[in-house]
């Protein structure tokens, strides 16, 4: 067996482990028939709302990468962009922005915070890796909350790279973000959902591929990015796949669970445990 051969072996079962651990983060059926909302929730307030938060107070290690990767100035490709939480605060150092994302609405929202700090970002509709070529190069890419959603990983990191001149920042939470709602699935619903997988099987992955990927773990900051404890519930209810005649039992849960409603935030602390990830290219 050659070496090659050795090395592919831990990069396979990676890969393996790590599509077969989000498939199981599919919702049964009978669960999702019963309701007429999709239960894969995107809140563009919310993503609005952190956005604004972050560009008007960057901090941060994955900021801090990208900041340091920006001098002299230079480039940003933001990879499932959202409302630029990534990108946003790093326009004093940028040249030229280009957003990548599966949402219209999301891109618009970018579109018009980068254009009141008087730059016009680029606007790529689509999923990565299918649209980089039409992405482009950058100085610097972005790629923040966004690999949960990627079975299909080797071929996505591999864009990312090949779309760098200087550095890939990632950013994720150490365990999957909706482990939190977890009791509150058992609770309503009887089910026992997964756990997996992980930002440090993501690592492991990274240096299966030979990627020299550096790791840093901190604590996100609680910053409040529901408008109101009802909002909180309405989405966490969302999540849950459970009508709004039920809003009231999951605001009750919520508050079981540790939610102040004064104080609005994600369930639980897995949201709030952050790794940045990055490689220089």
């Known amino acids: 067996m050659t070496n090659a051969d050795n090395q592919a072996k831990p990069l396979s079962a990676g890969l393996q482990r790590w599509r077969s651990d989000l ?12 309701v007429t909302e999709s239960p894969w929730v995107l809140p563009q307030a919310v993503f609005a709302r952190r956005a604004d938060r972050l560009a008007a107070a960057p901090s941060g290690p994955s900021f801090e990468r990208a900041w ?10 933001d990879v499932g962009s959202g409302a630029g939480a990534a990108s946003l605060p790093l326009l004093a150092r940028c040249t030229e922005l280009t957003a990548v994302d599966s949402t219209p609405d ?8 980068a254009a009141a700090a008087g730059l016009t ?41 090949s779309a760098a001149r200087r550095i890939v ?15 509150l699935w058992l609770k309503f619903h009887g089910l026992a959902r997964p756990t997996g997988p992980t930002a440090a099987e993501f690592l492991a992955i990274l240096h299966a591929m030979g990627i020299p990927a550096r790791a840093e773990h901190w604590q996100r900051s609680g910053g409040r ?10 989405i966490t209810r969302r999540r849950l796949c459970l009508p709004p005649e039920r809003a009231g039992e999951v605001g009750c849960a919520l508050e079981e669970a540790g939610v102040d409603p ?10 709030r445990e952050a790794v940045t990830i990055w490689w220089d290219v």
């Not at 340091?68 to 490709?77: E, Y």
């Not at 999301?106 to 915070?113: F, N, T």
């Not at 990015?225 to 309405?234: G, P, V």
């Open 23 to 34: 498939a199981a983060w599919a919702i049964p059926e009978h669960i999702t028939a019963a």
């Open 68 to 77: 340091a990767a920006l001098d002299p100035p230079g480039s940003v490709l």
């Open 106 to 113: 999301m891109l618009e929202l970018l579109a018009q915070r």
């Open 121 to 161: 970002a680029r606007l790529v509709c689509g999923s990565w890796p299918a649209v980089a070529a039409e992405a482009g190069q950058a100085d610097v890419v972005t790629c923040y909350h966004v690999t949960y959603n990627v079975p299909d990983i080797e071929p996505f990191v591999a864009a990312l790279t």
């Open 169 to 183: 920042v990632v950013e994720m939470t150490a365990v999957h973000p909706l482990v939190s709602l977890n009791p």
């Open 225 to 234: 990015d529901y408008a109101s404890f009802a909002e909180l519930t309405d």
């Open 262 to 271: 004064k104080h609005p935030m994600e369930l639980g602390s897995a949201g």
